[in-house]
């Protein structure tokens, strides 16, 4: 893959009572790859502030590691059959979060990554969301 990718991160959340919110954020990046593991280095932005977060996404089999650092902070792991906690800090406050992955499945081509994660989203020690990330990862032609 060339180190100049775009990224396309399309993400929903069920809540219990029926809501649905989805979210979809399109950037430029850069890619590398590195003792066995993809990463993706880009700038996320929120509607309404002109601070950007930036972003490491960190790829391999089964794992997936999402840090940023900015407008919002947080380190979320994603693995397979295991729940990971959270500090989610944004501009409203602090949220304690829990992810309890379901299911990761990865597919590399030679110009492309597609990811695909499914996890339960525990906010405070409650359940809040049953929620799916899908990550795509292109070369820039």
Partial sequence: MNKDVTIKIKGLQKYPEGERVETVTETGGE???RNGSHFVKFEEEVEGFTEVS?????????YVEMTKKGLVDSHMIFEKDKCHRTQYKTPFGVIMMGMQTKHIHMMEEENALAIQ????????????ADCSIRIMIKSKV
């Fill in 54 to 62: 930036k972003c490491l996404l960190k790829v391999k089999e089964d």
């Fill in 31 to 33: 890619y590398f790859f």
């Fill in 117 to 128: 994660i499914e996890y339960e989203l525990n906010a405070e020690e409650e359940h809040m």
